[in-house]
């Protein structure tokens, strides 16, 4: 079973729609969630960063943690098509972050 | 958030020699930086983490020997690829951090011919 677990894509989201993306781990004692941005070519930049279960919302993203499930996930709300990229969910674990795949979001316009 | 730089940004050498990459925390100082790779199409891969002052911890599967990494202040990370051959050919990106959050630099994108 892999440390950090998303679905690869990719998910066409139509512009002003929402974009949910998902997220499962196995660290059960990990305690930060990160996500991030990357661009074809380019490297992450950080989106949001969450610790405790519940929501986190930045302007247009929401992060979401379950930590009894093991879930986290990131919603973009108005997606626009400067969202389409890959977004990687990242876990500390042993003091090192573990990336995921990456999910690869497109929107359409 | 925090600034990483990286340089260059874009190398190609030749087979079988070796080519230094730099990172560099520019608003803080990091005890601790990390060293990935990516190929196309493909996630980010931890290859070290270096740590300032003492041997960079690598990843299993990573060879020390090919991919020497220095660590010599608490700004500066080098990863030096050593005899380069086409399959190091890669896109490579260190990440730093003052806190949790780790922040990465630009990247270096390395074509071995």
């Known amino acids: 079973q892999k440390e950090v677990e998303q679905n690869s894509g990719p998910l066409s989201v139509p512009e002003g729609a929402i974009a949910s993306l998902n997220c499962t781990y196995s660290?059960?004692?990990?305690?930060?969630f990160f996500w991030y941005r990357q661009y074809s070519g380019k490297s992450p930049e950080l989106i949001m960063s969450?610790?405790?279960?519940g929501d986190k919302e930045d302007g247009r993203f929401t992060a979401q943690l379950n930590k009894a499930s093991q879930y986290v996930s990131l919603l973009i709300r108005d997606s626009q098509p400067s969202d389409s990229a890959t977004y990687l969910c990242?876990?500390?674990?042993?003091?090192?972050?573990?990336f995921g795949s990456g999910t690869r979001l497109s929107i359409r316009p | 958030g925090a600034v990483v730089s990286q340089h260059p940004s874009r190398v190609i050498c030749k087979s079988g020699t070796s080519v230094k990459i730099e990172c560099r925390s520019l608003?803080?100082?990091?005890?601790?930086m990390f060293w990935y790779r990516q190929f196309p199409k493909q996630s980010l891969m931890l290859m070290a983490t270096s740590n300032e002052g003492s041997k960079a911890t690598y990843e299993q599967g990573v060879e020390k020997d090919k991919f020497l990494i220095n660590h010599a202040s608490l700004t500066l990370s080098t990863l030096t690829v050593t005899s380069a051959h086409p399959e190091d050919s890669s896109f490579y990106i260190c990440s730093a951090s003052p806190s949790d959050e780790q922040y990465f630099g630009p990247g270096t994108r390395l074509t071995v011919t």
């Open positions: 608003d803080f100082q990091a005890t601790t």
């Open positions: 660290d059960r004692v990990s305690q930060s």
């Open positions: 969450i610790y405790s279960n």
């Open positions: 990242a876990v500390m674990s042993a003091s090192k972050i573990i």
